[in-house]
């Protein structure tokens, strides 16, 4: 979770930066309503993505959707039954990679056994290597991705 904290400053009455004008209430008018971006607004999708490997869920990990050359991307872990949804997608084609969990910071006097994670291939861990895509549209998406060794 992020947790973004904002410090709030006391701001100077429009009378005291423009005494006795109009050009205050016209200068906020124009601030607050702006002249737009002049970009139309972005095409969206909620995606729904399955992961499986030898017919089993992949219930430990994450799912990443990179679109490296727009500089865009999804992210979102699997649940235990081996799906992620992701809101608010942008419309494109994208790399689809899976990703298993970070190691947990090891314990010297307790050290966890070793999970093997060889059900997720080496190559879809990578965004340049992955052979998984994806093209989102408008709407709701669905993929089912089965991993093979």
Request: hydrophobic share 40%; with cysteine; charged share 15%.
């Amino acid at each position: 979770m992020i947790n973004r904290v904002f410090q709030l400053r006391a701001v100077p009455s429009l009378s005291a930066v423009f005494p006795g004008s109009t050009a205050g209430l016209v200068l906020l008018t124009c601030l607050l309503c702006g002249c737009g971006s002049g970009e139309p607004e972005k095409v969206t999708g909620k995606v729904v993505i399955q992961v499986t490997s030898g017919g089993n869920a992949v219930t430990a990990g994450a799912v990443q959707l990179v679109a490296a050359s727009e500089g865009r991307g999804a992210f979102g872990q699997l649940g235990e039954d081996g799906s992620v949804t992701l809101e608010n997608v942008e419309a494109g084609r994208y790399t689809v990679t899976v990703i298993p969990p970070a190691p947990l910071d090891p314990d010297p006097e307790n050290p966890a056994p070793p999970v093997d994670y060889s059900h997720i291939p080496d190559a879809v861990r990578d965004q340049t290597t992955s052979p998984l895509k994806a093209e989102v549209k408008e709407g709701d998406n669905s993929f089912t991705f089965e991993l093979v060794h």
